[in-house]
């Protein structure tokens, strides 16, 4: 075994290597294990393990401070020395960083830096894989097919700097898919999970609910493009808004560039955005969505800067009771546009105030509407009002007066999540989702579903 090879001697070796004015050096410890299944059987399971090092260097200069940041996988004590240089020497080689900020110093250090990093591995299914088991069971006799895959990802983050931070993460990830099929392959349905341990995700009740839904499809009907009534699970919702937050940066509102831009100039802070009690939020300690709770930046962009690597997050209501409370800033874009630090945080709940679960919202349902399941092919169209496009998958259901009536087909839709914000009559009870689109990206979500009245399916769409 290397000399040094724990992640945080990594970290503090690197650290003693540096000869430029600043190092920040995040080692990443990953480790994942997955199932996989098709026609109602297992077909593959896997365990991976892995180690990824970023190293950010900082040279200050004459005109500004410029930063270089180079990052490699596998890396061993003999690769440490030829890394810190090459951030060395990118950082020497390049101008100014626009975002230069004096790197963040004095948040307390967390007490397991220097402990071995988290694992997960099979035994995370131990309890998951039986229930699933039975789930296929019960599906082979129900004459459907079950495919899809689970996986948990953790990841272990060690973080520190040549101002004395030494800071640690662990982060779990869950996601379970799931989708039913008929023998024939001509219905088809899918849930999503996101969860932390899978110990708080049931295949049995997941079946049940796909198995109701290829009931429902046994009745198809044909609909036109237009303007429906519309209940948004809440998968859809989470795809929508976290495409929202993504377009949410301070800098570019000021500069007139986006939906939250006000004519004329400034911000549309402190509009309210809808009718209803919404509130909007991201919060590292939410209860079964927790994340990070400090700035984590691999690289620099519009809503992240590698020199706020530290920095403490904190509760932050984007949306509070249906005005725009925040955009998202890095220190720099904060001084910019003179808003206050909000830097982007690894999860998303929208809270409305709503009881009522999905199905009742069905039940309640006056007249005709439709119920999606989830959405996918999420595209921007016009970022002055973040019109979005995109298509209906996996199952959009007629409602007639409370009662589902059978399967309609696909559709592309024109929106934009803030438009459909202002126009939501209603929000049922907010609870943990999987957003289907995004779930690769951004997995921590709470949403409830949304009734829209008048939700634009722009052309009818033959995706399945």
């Known amino acids: 075994m290397s000399r040094v090879s724990k992640p945080y001697e990594i970290v503090e070796r690197a650290l003693e290597l540096s000869t430029t004015d600043g190092l920040v050096v995040i080692a990443d410890e990953h480790s994942s294990a997955n199932l996989r299944w098709a026609g109602n059987a297992l077909t593959t399971n896997g365990v991976t393990r892995g180690r990824t090092l970023t190293v950010i260097a900082t040279v200050d200069g004459a005109e500004g ?20 240089r090459a951030a060395e020497a990118a950082a020497r080689g390049a101008g100014p960083a626009e975002d230069a900020q004096p790197l963040v110093s004095g948040v307390p250090s967390s007490p397991d830096f220097t402990d071995a990093p988290a694992e997960t591995g099979s035994e995370v299914f131990a309890d998951f894989a039986p229930a699933l088991g039975d789930a296929f069971a019960r599906a082979r006799s129900g004459g459907r097919e ?64 796909l198995a109701q839904r290829l009931r429902w ?22 795809d929508l808004l976290i ?14 560039r986006t939906v939250f831009s006000q004519p004329g100039g400034g911000t549309r802070l402190g509009e309210t955005l809808a009718p209803l009690p919404l509130t909007l939020r ?5 209860p079964g969505l927790e994340s990070a709770p400090f700035v984590i930046a691999h690289s620099s962009g519009d809503s992240a800067s590698v020199f706020d690597n530290g920095l403490p997050l904190a509760p932050t209501d984007w949306i509070r009771d249906g005005k725009l409370e925040r955009l998202t800033t890095t220190r720099h874009s904060a001084a910019l546009t003179g808003l206050p630090v909000a830097p982007a945080i690894d999860n998303l709940v929208l809270d409305g105030g709503g009881e009522r679960s999905l199905e009742e919202m069905v039940a309640a349902t006056t007249g005709r509407a439709l119920l999606l399941t989830c959405l996918w092919y999420i595209r921007e169209v016009d970022p002055a009002t973040l019109l979005l496009t995109g298509l209906t998958r996996d199952g959009v259901y007629l409602v007639e007066d409370g009662q589902v009536v059978g399967e309609v087909n696909n559709f592309r839709f024109n929106e934009s999540p803030v438009d459909l914000l202002s126009r939501a009559s209603e929000a049922g009870r907010t609870e943990k989702t999987l957003p289907r689109e995004w779930g690769d990206w951004f997995t921590r979500a709470a949403m409830p579903a949304l009734r829209i009245p008048d939700f634009n399916m722009s052309s009818v769409s033959q995706g399945v």
């Open 65 to 84: 401070t410029a930063s270089g940041v180079v990052s490699r996988s596998a890396v061993t004590a003999d690769d440490l020395e030829p890394l810190v």
């Open 146 to 209: 079950l495919y899809g895959f689970a996986n948990h990802e953790l990841t272990s983050t060690y973080l520190g700097t040549s101002t004395g931070l030494r800071l640690r993460h662990d982060q779990p990830t869950g996601t379970l898919e799931l989708n039913a099929k008929s023998p024939d392959r001509t219905r088809s349905a899918w849930a999503g999970r996101s969860t932390r341990d899978f110990k708080d995700v049931d295949p049995a009740a997941m079946d049940a609910e």
């Open 217 to 238: 499809a046994e009745r198809r009907i044909d609909l036109p493009a237009g303007r429906y009534q519309t209940l948004l699970p809440p998968t859809a919702v989470a």
């Open 243 to 256: 495409y929202q937050l993504w377009s949410s940066t301070a800098r570019d509102a000021v500069e007139g």
């Open 282 to 286: 991201s919060d590292p300690h939410a």
